[in-house]
């Protein structure tokens, strides 16, 4: 079974930063992968997604401000998410695009004064 261990979650102050990362326990390689997110709530709504060839798409909510980047030798997907605000509190999740892995227990960001 795929093993997805999101990490990089925190609270930071509306228009901080934070870095989050996704550490696959099988290569990523050819497979598509995405991040995310899903608020109380709320259903897990998609946030980005990075193909094989590096060609990303953003939702609209995030375009602009975050970045999502991945290396394949190290079986990782990256979420760089810069002018956070209130709205981006969320638990965030990785899988692949299509999310044909199991879910992992994802990495929690609050966005708070």
């Known amino acids: 079974q795929v093993q997805l261990v999101e990490s990089g979650g925190g609270l930071v102050q509306p228009g901080g930063s934070l870095r989050l990362s996704c550490a696959a326990s099988?290569?990523?390689?050819?497979?598509?992968m995405a991040w995310y997110r899903q608020s109380p709530g709320e259903q897990r709504e998609w946030v980005a997604t990075?193909?094989?060839?590096?060609?990303?798409n953003y939702a609209d909510s995030v375009k602009g401000r975050f970045t999502i980047s991945r290396d394949n030798d190290k079986k990782t997907v990256f979420l760089q998410m810069d002018s956070l605000k209130p709205e981006d509190t969320a638990v965030y999740y990785c899988?692949?695009?299509?999310?044909?892995?199991?879910w992992g227990q994802g990495t929690q960001v609050t966005v708070s004064s």
């Open positions: 099988v290569s990523i390689t050819f497979n598509p």
């Open positions: 990075i193909t094989p060839y590096h060609r990303k």
């Open positions: 899988n692949t695009d299509g999310a044909a892995w199991s």
